[in-house]
């Protein structure tokens, strides 16, 4: 080992000692609280390298800082002298706590890119997180809305009356918000991330910056484009954020989930509707007409195949359903 790596482990185990005996319940808000007011070198540095080298997205960084900071709340062994038992013994304890396997899985992927970290940078030789073995993820279909109900909810906005206090631009703005949702298949980060500049009217097209600020374009159809048209020209938009709220700053992600729930209230869907709902919709319907799945792989900016592959799936039940419907000897 470097002398470099010892004196950070020697602070590391400096750190961790000196936080014994001290309990303190991180805020929320606060996502770079580790145990108490003490930081781990070692997290730190790994975390400066996820912002400054991989580009990793404010939420990732508070993700992977929350997955390391609760393995260390309940193993204070250095992370170079942790075996494998240490993660299998902190997996049993997280399934006991009746965790979703999603979320455990989510955690362990924070703590093997750690390791794999340290082997780069550090000279560990063995990477224990490898050995252990994981619960497979539960198979779950993402649900998807049918072309009836999407186009109830889009007309949602202009159906409900209006708020006295709210301006009167602010009904075309959640029209063209769920029309983009729709017509593009954007993540919620990314919807309230753009600005009036990554909309192109005459490419009919939208600029996205996805997971790890990684760019891409999307075709955007003509409904969506006259919908956010007309909201720009009634509510005076011509430069900096897209999507605005009633002071004119950018709208929260939250807010325009809230806006969604809000008008799903006044429709007959039946399930609990999510801005990702319609990005399920919007994959699914696009592979009922015949797109191919690399196609919609790059419209949704997946870095895997594997994972638009389940909408494959959505769709041969949807042509199951239909068969057995319909067919007289199904």
Same mark, same amino acid.
């Given at each position: 080992m470097s002398g470099s790596s010892s004196r950070a482990d020697r602070a590391n185990a400096r750190a961790v000692e000196g936080s014994r005996g001290k309990s303190s319940k991180p805020s929320p808000q606060d996502s770079s609280t580790a145990l108490g007011t003490t930081r781990d070198p070692l997290t730190e540095e790994f975390l400066r390298y996820l912002a400054n080298e991989r580009n990793a997205s404010p939420r990732t960084l508070k993700a992977y800082r929350h997955?390391?900071?609760?393995?260390?709340?309940?193993?204070?062994?250095?992370?170079?002298?942790?075996?494998?038992?240490d993660f299998r013994n902190y997996l049993f304890a997280v399934m006991k706590r009746g965790q979703a396997r999603s979320y455990v899985r989510l955690q362990f992927s924070a703590l093997r890119t750690f390791y794999q970290f340290l082997a780069a940078r550090k000279r560990l030789r063995h990477n224990p997180?490898?050995?252990?073995?994981?619960?497979?993820?539960?198979?779950?279909?993402?649900?998807?809305?049918?072309?009836?109900?999407?186009?109830?909810?889009?007309?949602?906005?202009?159906?409900?009356?209006?708020?006295?206090?709210?301006?009167?631009?602010?009904?075309?703005?959640?029209?063209?918000?769920?029309?983009?949702?729709?017509?593009?298949?954007?993540? $919620?980060?990314?919807? *309230?991330? #753009?600005?009036v500049s990554d909309v192109d009217p005459?490419?009919? %097209?939208?600029?996205?910056?996805?997971?790890?600020?990684k760019e891409r374009v999307c075709p955007v159809g003509l409904p969506a484009l006259e919908a956010i048209q007309k909201y720009r020209?009634?509510?005076?938009?011509?430069?900096?954020?897209?999507?605005?709220?009633?002071a004119r700053r950018r709208i929260s992600a939250r807010s325009v989930w809230l806006v969604l729930k809000r008008y799903v209230r006044r429709t007959s869907i039946p399930i609990s509707m999510?801005?990702?709902?319609?990005?399920?919709?919007?994959?699914?319907?696009? $592979?009922?007409?015949? *797109?191919? #799945?690399?196609?919609?792989?790059?419209?949704?900016?997946?870095? %895997?195949?594997?994972?638009?592959?389940?909408?494959?799936?959505?769709?041969v039940e949807r042509l199951k359903k239909a068969y057995a419907d319909a067919h007289p000897r199904a």
């Open positions: 997955a390391l900071t609760s393995f260390r709340a309940e193993n204070k062994t250095r992370w170079k002298k942790c075996t494998p038992d997180v490898r050995e252990v073995q994981l619960p497979k993820m539960e198979k779950k279909l993402p649900l998807v809305l049918t072309r009836q109900q999407v186009d109830e909810l889009l007309t949602a906005p202009t159906r409900e009356p209006k708020s006295r206090s709210a301006p009167s631009w602010m009904p075309l703005r959640d029209v063209g918000i769920m029309e983009l949702f729709y017509s593009s298949g954007l993540r $919620l980060s990314e919807l *309230a991330a #753009l600005d005459y490419t009919e %097209s939208v600029r996205v910056f996805g997971k790890g600020r020209v009634t509510a005076n938009v011509h430069a900096g954020p897209l999507f605005i709220n009633k999510s801005p990702h709902k319609l990005r399920h919709s919007f994959a699914t319907h696009m $592979l009922d007409r015949g *797109a191919d #799945l690399r196609s919609v792989q790059a419209l949704l900016g997946h870095a %895997s195949l594997s994972t638009t592959q389940i909408y494959t799936h959505v769709t």
